[in-house]
């Protein structure tokens, strides 16, 4: 762990239960994210082969396809910025020892479109056909119902195993909205696949834009995704 410090705004502080009945501490503060940096990896070891539809490709399983997904996140840092928040431990310093969950969200336009950002990528990999493809499916439930010029779309949220269930991923979506806040950006919104983030989003008093059920995301998207998916919502936030 590299051990980030200084000048990471911390945004919230709480505390958690663990099984074991002790208490830790902990806070969610900025990462000032680069390509390949400790926060990159965290999301490639644990948000590329458990998100839903990252799992259904086959992303993770596959060492080409992750190095294409690699090229891909190489381009995505270029197109917009990227702001980074990360879950540690609540210790007396800013120094992040340990990543325990993290969130990415991107600044777009409503006009920004993923063909055009990768127009000049080939993807030689059959996952990565199949996530391209389906992200293009997904953005179509996007496209006209923003009603905002720029708002932060959701590129990622992660909680590392041995800390799920602590209330982290309720932690990361709560701030989102507070760095809407902070850069005035009128809304934040994610595709959301989970039951926990959903329940988490929910419990943030986030709202549902549109939802596909696992029948239509499958039969449009051509994947075939875990059955425990009940269905993917694009939801939503603004600072209003």
């Not at 259904?56 to 990227?82: C, D, H, T, W």
């Not at 009603?147 to 990622?156: D, H, L, P, Q, S």
């Not at 008093?205 to 998916?229: A, H, M, P, R, Y």
Request: glycine share 6%.
């Amino acid at each position: 762990m590299s051990g980030k410090s200084d000048l990471c705004k911390i945004w919230t502080r709480f505390e958690s239960k663990k099984q074991d009945g002790s208490i830790i501490k902990l806070r969610i503060q900025s990462w000032p994210l680069q390509p390949e940096d400790d926060v990159y990896e965290f999301m490639i070891k644990y948000f590329v082969p458990d998100e839903a539809i990252h799992k259904a490709a086959g992303i993770a399983k596959s060492q080409e396809a992750i190095k294409e997904y690699r090229e891909l996140m190489n381009i995505l840092f270029k197109v917009a910025p990227l702001h980074a928040t990360v879950c540690c431990f609540d210790t007396d310093t800013t120094t992040v020892e340990k990543i325990l969950g993290a969130s990415i969200v991107q600044l777009m336009k409503n006009t920004d479109k993923l063909e055009d950002i990768t127009k000049h990528m080939v993807f030689k990999t059959a996952e990565m056909q199949e996530l391209l493809h389906a992200a293009k499916v997904l953005e179509g439930y996007l496209e006209g119902k923003a009603g905002y010029e720029t708002f932060y779309f959701g590129r990622g949220i992660s909680v590392h195993p041995d800390y799920r269930r602590l209330g982290i991923a309720n932690e990361l979506i709560k701030v989102r909205k507070l760095i809407c806040i902070d850069n005035n950006i009128p809304m934040a919104c994610a595709g959301m696949s989970a039951r926990g983030t959903q329940k988490a989003a929910d419990k943030n008093n986030w709202k549902t834009l549109s939802e596909v059920s696992l029948e239509e995301l499958q039969e449009k998207t051509g994947l075939k995704l875990e059955k425990n998916i009940i269905s993917h919502k694009l939801m939503y936030t603004t600072i209003d």
